[in-house]
């Protein structure tokens, strides 16, 4: 997004309680990723709209959008999944502190493995914010457990514009740009979903679920 357009959305977006600036600056003093406020702004305001009642996250890191999707709507149960065990550490931490762990439980491990033992379980809305070289795989194992009606979010998916620009010359960024670029064609021709890439942030998939009519049968 243009650099004027973004710093001018920035100074529209609402004063925050001082635990999201102490959480914001606890990852940036740590170095750990969390979501663009822009981007993180327009996935609250969808869990405000479509009010989830059940939501699961891949990749928790600290807790920051867990925390903040559960401020969009305090109703919810969330349920994240956290590979590193310090950051699964420090965001059962955070929780805790918060007193929100009756509301956002924390899952320790690879999501590919714990994906698997959530057989069963439904979920309104899916976000996925991990290992992007891995969001298909992601994606696969997590869309059967979306809800009739739900849908899935994908982080990133514009990646700092190396999924549109092939002449920008980082190698590491253009292979991870590879394989986002990969999984938005995958994505966007996905016969069971809708989705729509949103510019906000560092590009947002919407992914909706389609419904599908059951087919009538005449005697």
Request: hydrophobic share 40%; aromatic share 8%; charged share 25%.
């Given at each position: 997004?243009?650099?004027?357009?973004t710093d001018?959305?920035?100074?529209?977006l609402?004063a925050?309680e001082n635990?999201?600036?102490?959480l914001?600056?606890?990852?940036?003093?740590?170095?750990?990723?969390?979501?663009?406020?822009?981007?993180?702004?327009?996935v609250?305001q969808l869990?405000?709209?479509?009010?989830?009642q059940?939501?699961l996250?891949?990749?928790?890191?600290?807790?920051y959008s867990?925390?903040?999707?559960?401020?969009?709507?305090?109703e919810?149960?969330?349920v994240?999944?956290?590979?590193d065990?310090q950051?699964?550490n420090?965001a059962?931490?955070?929780?805790?502190?918060?007193?929100?762990?009756?509301?956002?439980?924390?899952?320790?491990?690879?999501?590919i493995?714990?994906?698997?033992i959530?057989t069963?379980?439904?979920?309104?809305?899916?976000?996925?914010?991990?290992?992007?070289?891995?969001?298909?795989r992601f994606?696969?194992?997590?869309?059967?457990?979306?809800?009739?009606?739900?849908?899935?979010?994908?982080?990133?998916?514009?990646?700092?514009?190396?999924?549109?620009?092939?002449?920008?010359?980082?190698?590491?960024?253009?292979?991870?740009?590879r394989?986002?670029r990969?999984?938005n064609?995958?994505?966007?021709?996905?016969?069971?979903?809708?989705?729509?890439?949103?510019?906000?942030?560092?590009g947002?998939?919407?992914s909706?679920?389609?419904?599908?009519?059951?087919?009538?049968?005449?005697?």
């Amino acid at each position: 997004m243009d650099e004027t357009l973004t710093d001018y959305l920035m100074q529209t977006l609402p004063a925050e309680e001082n635990w999201v600036h102490e959480l914001e600056q606890t990852a940036g003093k740590d170095g750990v990723p969390i979501m663009d406020p822009l981007g993180m702004h327009f996935v609250m305001q969808l869990i405000r709209l479509t009010k989830p009642q059940r939501i699961l996250e891949i990749g928790t890191a600290i807790g920051y959008s867990a925390l903040r999707m559960l401020q969009a709507n305090p109703e919810a149960t969330i349920v994240t999944i956290e590979k590193d065990e310090q950051r699964y550490n420090q965001a059962d931490r955070i929780i805790r502190d918060a007193a929100k762990q009756d509301h956002i439980q924390i899952i320790h491990g690879d999501a590919i493995d714990k994906l698997q033992i959530l057989t069963g379980s439904t979920f309104d809305v899916v976000l996925i914010d991990a290992a992007k070289g891995k969001y298909q795989r992601f994606f696969e194992l997590s869309s059967p457990l979306v809800a009739k009606g739900g849908f899935v979010l994908t982080d990133n998916v514009l990646f700092k514009g190396y999924v549109a620009d092939k002449e920008k010359t980082h190698p590491r960024y253009q292979k991870i740009a590879r394989k986002i670029r990969a999984y938005n064609d995958w994505l966007v021709n996905h016969p069971d979903f809708t989705t729509t890439i949103v510019p906000i942030g560092d590009g947002i998939a919407i992914s909706k679920k389609t419904e599908r009519k059951e087919s009538s049968s005449h005697a």
